[in-house]
């Protein structure tokens, strides 16, 4: 064994050491404060022998932790993860009571609540005390973080990295070009700014263009798969198999999955060497943590929650991610309300199941997967993707411009610190890419301003009974008003006793964002426009002619496809210039409408809401402040942010339009890195971009 070796294995132990010995005086001091917890017998001991009771007792509680924790948390790989969050205070509880009571010494004593804030503060200072020891020795802390990768590629120990740079592609899901450079010109951001600044920036940011379903649905599967078609917006309703489509659900990602490499012919961005983290798809890479696509297979390695393991099988990662995770809980409760308090507009719900789910995105997912990230980057992976959503998930709730929203910027960018000094210690260089999917567009919900969804109005306009609440606003009026002119009869009253009808007759109607979809699913083809004038005569003018729709597209027998607006402006697909209907949505609106109709899922009738260019808002059809999946405002204006050590993504007078552009790009430099390269030749799309 060389000198060096001895060296890092003596400074192992003497961290061992100094670790045991900070919990032996935690131990102590909490004996000392806490009632129910006690190092001595009833007779009374020493204070030798109460010390020895401690180092004994902190001694075998860090053997449990390192020896029995793993094999709990693979044993509870099938609780869902937020329960397994709650139980991390349990386990660690019991695994204490069972150290002091095979302990040597045998003098400790604790009650169950009480073994619980023991274990958690142990756990919480020895890894404190670990990690601040370890940041003071390059390798050491290099050791500490390959743990993760080496437990997952023991067989790349002691081999030499590869000379050629790996590529980390890392998601800030829903921050639109917009936000980050107001985060950057904040100060929120001094990691993304340090990359940008200076004299010699190392990045530069490029802003892209969704598709017209600005959802992370659409764009990632065209980022990583290289095809989003026929994704027409998060949620939709297919008529060839009476099934709802929902991007998130594991069924349908998996689907959308098969269909974009059944499309494409290959297997995805990821294909040689990759990992796919925290992502709705797997991009072809073998390496899968908390990959939804996957999450419905059968096989213990695909399932969605094996990606914890790694992570929650280290003791002290599991209660620091654990208290976290109450602490959001609380953050998020105590920002709701004061907003309450505040009467602050606009403004959503946030009770229920809500807080709970926030702390999974902001720091469950964000832990586990920066982790994996790390072990991958520490294994030497050729390609890495990662999602990270805690952004997203706030500003749909608090607005995307919100101080919660910026807080969790903050602590996002500390996350990107941390990669950039792993990238340091990683075997080979890496090349950090970092980009959205989306943006979010501000704007009180669609029911707010006007007291109805868009499921009521449309049934307004269909002729069928609505809930007498819609009808107590203006907007409700005027949906009335409408369907009483073309049908010369009144609404229904007594809708407060409706009940959604499973009639096939009925239409379907379903939101994303400010997208909305109507299908009719007795009627096995797309209906044309001339189809639906003849069944509900008054419901394409009660929607085209309302003030929280901005236009409409149907097909048409005449026309092939017909985009509708209010006053009666009708223009057809294939003639749309950016003017009329569309004049407020900006460059390329009409061409990502003109391919969305070509789609052969897009829904009966696909309703865009209206938009205010001079502030940007939207009205969405869901309950957000904060939202995407359609046309209008910063939801269609992410970021592409890469070293400028790789070419650039477009010529300085080009644009980048479209999830499968960006995947072209980032394939393009893959292939500049000498890494993964997609089995493929360029197909003529791709050398023509």
Known sequence: MGGGRWR???????????????????????????????????TGDSATQIAVTAAAGAGVFGLLSSLVWPLLVRAL???????????????????????????????????PETAVVVAAVMSAVASATGGALAVRDDDAYRRRLYRLADRRRRRAEGQAGPSTPGAVFLQLDGVGHDVLEGAIGKGLMPTVAQWLGGHRPTHRLTPWRTDWSSQ?????????????????????????SGEVMVCNRPTSAAELQRRAIEHTGDGGLLTVDGASRGNLFSGGADELALVLSMAARRGKENRSRAGYFAYFSDPANAVRTAMSFVAEVFREIGQSTWARLKK??????????????????????????????????????????????????????????????????????????????VAEHAPRPYRIVLLSDHGQSPGETFLTRYGLTLGNLVRAGCGLPVPRKAQRTHSGAE?????????????????????????????????????????????????????????????????????????????????????????????????????????????GAADAVRRTHAFPHAADIMVNSWFDPGEGEVLAFE??????????????????????????????????????????VLRRWLRECDGPQVPLAARPDERAA
């Open 479 to 587: 949906a009335r008003a409408a369907v009483r002119a073309a049908l010369r009869r009144p609404v229904e009253e007594g809708g407060e006793q409706h009940r959604p009808s499973r009639r096939r007759s009925e239409p379907i109607v379903l939101a994303s964002g400010n997208l909305g979809l109507v299908s009719f699913p007795d009627v096995p083809h797309r209906m044309s426009r001339e189809e639906i004038d003849r069944r509900h005569p008054a419901l394409l003018s009660t929607l085209a002619n309302h003030p929280g729709v901005g236009f409409v597209l149907v097909r048409s027998q005449r026309h092939g496809g017909l985009v509708l607006g209010a006053h009666g402006a009708e223009l057809p697909v294939d003639e749309l210039d950016g003017s009329g209907p569309l004049a407020d949505f900006g460059p």
């Open 344 to 421: 602050r507009r606009p403004r959503v719900k946030r009770g229920g199941l809500y807080p709970f789910v926030r702390a999974f995105a902001t720091v469950v997912e964000r832990d586990v997967v920066v982790a994996a990230l790390i072990g991958d980057m520490l294994a030497g992976r050729n390609a890495i993707y990662a999602d990270l959503v805690a952004y997203d998930e706030v500003a749909h709730h608090s607005g995307p411009r919100s101080r919660d929203a910026e807080k969790v910027l903050e602590r996002l960018d500390r996350s990107l610190a941390l990669i950039a000094k």
């Open 77 to 111: 790989l099938l609780v869902p993860a937020l329960v397994l969050g709650l139980l991390v205070f349990f386990l660690n509880g019991s695994l204490l009571l069972i150290a002091l009571r095979i302990s040597p010494s045998g003098q400790g004593e604790v009650a």
């Open 216 to 240: 992370t649905g659409a764009s990632q599967l065209g980022i990583l798969h290289g095809s989003n078609h026929d994704v027409p917006a998060f949620r939709w309703y297919e008529k060839d």
């Open 623 to 664: 309950e957000q402040i904060g939202s995407h999946g359609g046309l209008g405002g910063a939801q269609g204006q992410p970021f592409l942010l890469s070293p400028v050590a790789l070419s650039a993504p477009v010529e300085d007078d080009g644009e980048l339009v479209g999830a499968e552009h960006v995947h072209r």
């Open 8 to 42: 890092r294995v003596l400074s192992g132990v003497w961290r061992s050491i100094a670790v045991w010995a900070v919990s032996t005086v935690t131990m102590l001091v909490l004996a000392g404060v806490l009632p129910d917890f006690q190092l001595q017998s009833d």
